[in-house]
């Protein structure tokens, strides 16, 4: 196999960036070797180096083009700001749940993602930077308008963790939920009706937040 010439770079460094990104979502960083990047890209392993320094290198520059990937969920989602925001809540809910459970189990990113969580390396502050932080700091929004008052960035970002863990049970434990409940199914019809159960949950979960901070609060007619 020759190794593609300087003027063919732009081209050679896509195609190791493609088929790294699919390599390493399947194999994970620890199991993927540089030959296998190179045979599954068609280049000589030499572009590796050249181009990205290293197999680290290349598995960090893997993670930022996942985040921005065509067609992998964007980091910030796209709920309607002008809405109630408990509607905001319902809607964020719901888009994370159809991201995770019905093409997050299958996408690249998703996979890039999980395996990051279970074996985190460096490359986990580039997913946290351009993916997880910008959608908590989405939910912290919103979490922030339905406390008002009682509301402190302790207790949003506790809240944040107690929504998203109900969300990602549902990924995690996916093969232990169904061993629990026979018969569940994963379709997007079950997925909405669960994202809809862990808001009307969370929504509860607040009010009661919201009146143990404020306990002197009086009810009007």
């Known amino acids: 196999m020759q190794c593609e ?26 199991n993927t070797t540089v030959r296998d990047i190179c045979r599954h890209a068609a280049v000589n392993v030499a572009a590796v180096n050249y181009y990205f320094g290293s197999k680290q290198g290349l598995y960090e520059e893997v993670c930022r083009y996942s985040c921005g990937a065509a067609g992998e969920a964007p980091a910030v989602l796209p709920i309607d700001t002008a809405a109630a ?51 908590q700091e989405q939910l912290s929004a919103i979490i922030r308008a339905l406390l008002q008052k009682a509301a402190d960035e302790t207790l949003i970002r506790r809240c944040c963790f107690s929504i998203v863990g109900q969300c990602l049970y549902y990924r995690s434990a996916r093969v232990v939920a169904q061993e629990l409940q026979p018969g569940l199914v994963f379709d997007e019809k079950a997925v909405d009706a669960i994202a809809d159960h862990i808001t009307l949950f969370t929504l509860q979960a607040l009010r009661g937040i919201a009146r143990k901070a404020n306990p002197c609060r009086k009810k009007t007619n």
């Open 85 to 135: 925001p408990a509607e905001q809540l319902a809607d964020f809910i719901r888009q994370f749940m159809r991201t995770i459970l019905l093409r997050g189990s299958s996408s690249l990113q998703g996979k890039i993602m999980a395996r990051e969580m279970m074996e985190p390396t460096s490359a986990l502050q580039i997913i946290v930077k351009e993916i997880i932080r910008p959608r």
């Open 5 to 30: 010439q300087p003027d063919d770079g732009g081209n050679v460094r896509e195609r190791l960036l493609q088929a790294a990104f699919e390599v390493f979502a399947e194999q994970g960083f620890k």
